[in-house]
């Protein structure tokens, strides 16, 4: 058997297993974020955000959670073993924030420009 029909079974066999990978696995699913920085960011988007007491932001939910989509996760100034809430400082160009995330509540608790 030639190198070209060696090469020629092998594409079909992986062509073939990844169709069927495709097919049984992957298809009509929704994956969750697989990255740290894209689960933390998902995470906060999902709850409700509480804006801690005398903090002051003149913006609505929503251009929050661009701002955060849009926001770079900052493991090294973050609090992430404290037991029972979390800490994740988030950066942009603009601005920082930083969030605590409870298993009762998620909440803004420092907002600042840069």
Same mark, same amino acid.
């Given at each position: 058997?030639?190198?070209?029909?060696?090469?020629?079974?092998?594409? /079909?066999? =992986?062509? @073939?297993?990844?169709?069927? +990978?495709?097919?049984? #696995?992957?298809? &009509?699913?929704? /994956?969750? =974020?697989? @990255?740290?920085?894209?689960? +933390?960011?998902?995470? #906060?988007?999902? &709850?409700?955000?509480?804006? =801690?007491?005398?903090?002051?932001?003149?913006?609505?939910?929503?251009?929050?959670?661009?701002?955060?989509?849009? =926001?770079?996760?900052?493991?090294?100034?973050?609090?992430?073993?404290?037991?029972?809430?979390?800490?994740?400082?988030?950066?942009?160009?603009?601005?920082?924030?930083?969030?605590?995330?409870?298993?009762?509540?998620?909440?803004?608790?420092?907002?600042?420009?840069?």
């Amino acid at each position: 058997m030639s190198f070209i029909q060696r090469l020629g079974y092998f594409v /079909f066999g =992986a062509a @073939l297993g990844s169709l069927i +990978v495709y097919a049984l #696995l992957i298809r &009509d699913r929704e /994956f969750p =974020a697989w @990255l740290p920085e894209d689960r +933390v960011i998902e995470e #906060l988007s999902e &709850d409700t955000i509480a804006i =801690a007491d005398g903090l002051q932001i003149n913006f609505s939910d929503s251009v929050l959670k661009q701002k955060m989509k849009d =926001a770079d996760v900052l493991f090294r100034e973050s609090i992430v073993r404290n037991e029972p809430c979390r800490e994740y400082q988030l950066e942009t160009d603009e601005e920082q924030m930083r969030f605590r995330i409870c298993k009762d509540k998620t909440e803004l608790i420092q907002f600042e420009p840069k």
